[in-house]
């Protein structure tokens, strides 16, 4: 079973730019683990934010991208909001999505 | 509107089973995969299952492999979880996942 690492905390100010990565145990992420992204915020169900890398779903705002970055897979926050702060996590997809593992999390601060 | 609603959950004693549903609208549901996924009070999220859009392939997570069984019925545009052998360790919120839509989830307690 591959292990799924994300920060644990990131903190940004509001305006500020801030990246956050998914990285795998088994190796590079590429864009065949169709990496994906997800918010929740505290009481909420999750939110897909970015699906097969850089896909953004109809909701999501502008200021969010996906991309590969150093190996990993990477969201990207451009001009941070309140309302941003959140939980996000990464999935990635094995053996073309017949095992598929979450990273830990990665708690974002919005200060 | 997209929509997934779960039902389904509720308090069952270890040992016991539980079918969950997941009823879709808005979108043709035979086009998609499905997926359940859960969330263990104050953690995070873990995959556990996903069909194929025409229900040929599942695939689990080691966790809970043999023990749960999910399936779908096109007609009828519901997904369904069925969980046996429950532990105390299956107690969280179960979502249902699809055409990039998560619903509200739904609550399972395993408890004597």
């Known amino acids: 079973q591959a292990v799924v690492t994300q920060e644990p905390s990131l903190t940004v100010s509001p305006g500020g730019t801030v990246t956050l990565t998914c990285g795998s145990s088994t190796g590079a992420v590429t864009s065949g683990h169709w990496p994906y992204w997800y918010q929740q915020k505290p009481g909420q169900a999750p939110r897909t934010l970015i699906s097969?890398?850089?896909n953004k779903h109809s909701s999501t705002p502008a200021r969010f991208s996906g991309s590969l970055l150093g190996g990993k897979a990477a969201l990207t926050l451009s001009g941070a909001q309140p309302e941003d702060e959140a939980e996000y996590y990464c999935?990635?997809?094995?053996?073309?999505?017949?095992?598929?593992?979450f990273g830990g999390g990665t708690r974002l601060t919005v200060l | 509107e997209v929509q997934l609603v779960e039902s389904g959950g509720g308090l069952v004693q270890p040992g016991g089973s539980l079918r969950l549903s997941c009823a879709a609208s808005?979108?043709?549901?035979?086009?998609?995969?499905m997926t359940w996924v859960r969330q263990a009070p104050g953690k995070g999220l873990e995959w556990l299952a996903n069909i194929k859009r025409d229900g040929t392939e599942t695939n689990y997570v080691d966790s809970v492999k043999g023990r749960f069984t999910i399936s779908r019925d096109n007609a009828k545009n519901s997904l369904h979880l069925q969980m046996n052998s429950l532990r105390a360790e299956d107690t969280a919120v179960y979502y249902c996942v699809g055409s990039l839509t998560w619903g509200q989830g739904t609550l399972v307690t395993v408890s004597s």
């Open positions: 808005g979108f043709t549901f035979s086009n998609f995969g």
């Open positions: 097969d890398t850089s």
């Open positions: 999935l990635l997809h094995y053996n073309a999505g017949r095992n598929c593992v």
